[in-house]
């Protein structure tokens, strides 16, 4: 079968692929920005919030959900990936599941929480607009949505500051990392929008700042559930 190169399914069949290397590369902190910025600054946001349950879209291999169990709070695991799932479970998550954005969006996880949250597993175009939307029927009421992401300024480059696909890369990354999964880029003013009209309400911006650089190393949106 052949799958549009810059497409949401693209971006699942690359991660099926890379599940093992990724896995390897978080638990042997070999990612020198999560290590440095990234990993407190959404660990941080969560615990703030102190939430007493949390939906991790997105979990890859679990880190984050294995860390916010660690600190007394439920947490229902889900990513679109069975291997990255399984080593959720494997790491000690207790409540880890298999579900792809679109069957989150079509009403088959039926839970609610105090927060979700999903920590750079925003990628996709589709998948992602129809999954936002789907946020509020996640949360209870006054419930909290944290994002982290690429800082649209900084992962935008040389390139267009227009909304649009972009290739993967690995660079950086071991030899065991292959066909680089695509990306769809989105401006500040587009994350914002999108989170208005999904049904949510910015509370808050944060920049987490790369102290080798100085310059962000992500950004992290807090959202409320809109009365």
């Not at 052949?2 to 991660?15: C, R």
């Not at 679109?80 to 880890?96: N, R, W």
Request: glycine share 8%; net charge negative; with cysteine.
């Amino acid at each position: 079968m052949n799958i549009d190169p810059l497409s949401d399914s693209k971006i699942i069949e690359s991660w099926k692929q890379n599940a093992s290397p990724w896995t390897h590369a978080v638990r042997g902190g070999e990612i020198e920005s999560r290590r440095l910025v990234t990993d407190r600054a959404i660990l941080d946001a969560v615990l703030a919030c102190r939430p007493r349950n949390v939906i991790d879209l997105g979990c890859g291999e679990g880190w984050l959900a294995l860390a916010l169990q660690q600190n007394g709070i439920e947490v229902a695991a889900v990513d679109a990936v069975p291997a990255l799932s399984l080593a959720a479970k494997e790491a000690g998550v207790l409540d880890s599941r298999v579900m792809s954005y679109e069957q989150i969006s079509e009403g088959l996880l039926k839970q609610n929480a105090d927060m979700v949250v999903c920590n750079f597993s925003l990628l996709g175009e589709e998948s992602v607009d129809r999954l936002l939307r789907a946020i509020p029927s996640l949360l209870k009421p006054n419930g909290t949505l944290i994002v982290q992401t690429l800082h649209p300024i900084i992962a935008c480059g040389d390139l267009p500051y227009v909304d649009g696909w972009r290739a993967g890369s690995w660079a950086g990354f071991g030899p065991d990392f292959i066909d680089a999964p695509p990306w769809y880029f989105r401006t500040l003013g587009t994350w914002l929008e999108l989170i208005r009209t999904s049904g949510l309400t910015l509370h808050a911006m944060q920049e987490p700042l790369d102290p080798r650089t100085g310059r962000p190393a992500s950004v992290v949106f807090h959202a409320h559930r809109s009365t």
